[in-house]
């Protein structure tokens, strides 16, 4: 009796949450805002490389400390129970590294610095996703764009559209996001995680050979609520 209960009970909550996914919009348009905690991951630096044409003697190492920053923009929707989300958002990012200044016999020398590093965005997901009832889980690919100091965002959006489409994905540092939300009436609330598969360029440094130890990418925790207008 109680196997009989349990299979109806799933299969009225199945029957439920198909009629929920029918009475839904196949589009919908939103803004989202909320809080990125990003860290950087960086490879150790090997000493004598090049920076603006001077000679470095520091070793440069990954530290695990984060920054939060703001992130915010616009959403859109098709699909019911299997959708795909475009998104565009400014994106503020960040973290630090650590600095130990070495002589030139190669032997380190005070205390080790910090360097804090705080980055604008443009961030460009194109999410798969599956929703069951109010339930969503997505993935894809996010392009990220570095916006300059002082650089406004539809300036910046004009740099990298006034080329052709493959010069603007050249210019992006690629990277992932997964994660999962739940929608609420009008409201949704996020949670995803961010990684890199490109190098972001923070600090540009040459270092001898040709070779490139210092490693800059990025990883992110983003918690956002959204709303949903259209």
Not at 35 to 45: H, I, P
Not at 121 to 139: E, Q
């Amino acid at each position: 009796m109680k196997k009989y209960f349990l299979m109806g009970s799933f299969l009225l909550l199945s029957a439920a949450s198909t009629f929920a996914q029918k009475d839904r919009p196949w589009f919908q348009l939103g803004l989202r805002a909320g809080t990125n905690l990003s860290q950087l991951k960086t490879g150790n630096f090997v000493t004598d490389g090049q920076y603006q044409g001077s000679t470095l003697r520091e070793n440069l190492k990954q530290s695990w400390n984060t920054r939060t920053g703001f992130v915010g923009g616009l959403w859109m929707r098709f699909g019911r129970t299997l959708y795909l989300q475009p998104e565009v958002l400014y994106s503020g990012k960040g973290g630090s590294y650590n600095v130990q200044v070495i002589d030139a016999n190669g032997n380190p020398t005070g205390t080790p610095m910090e360097v804090k590093v705080k980055t604008e965005n443009i961030d460009v997901p194109l999410l798969l996703g599956l929703r069951v009832g109010p339930l969503r889980v997505n993935a894809g690919p996010v392009a990220s764009f570095l916006m300059g100091s002082n650089e406004s965002i539809k300036d910046a959006i004009t740099k990298y559209t006034s080329g052709s489409i493959d010069d603007t994905f050249k210019q992006a540092a690629w990277g992932y996001q997964l994660g999962g939300g739940i929608d609420i009436g009008n409201f949704s609330l996020d949670v995803r995680y961010e990684d890199s598969i490109s190098n972001v360029r923070f600090v540009n440094i040459e270092t001898p050979n040709g070779s490139d130890p210092f490693k800059q990418k990025s990883k992110n925790w983003q918690v956002t609520l959204g709303l949903k207008v259209f």
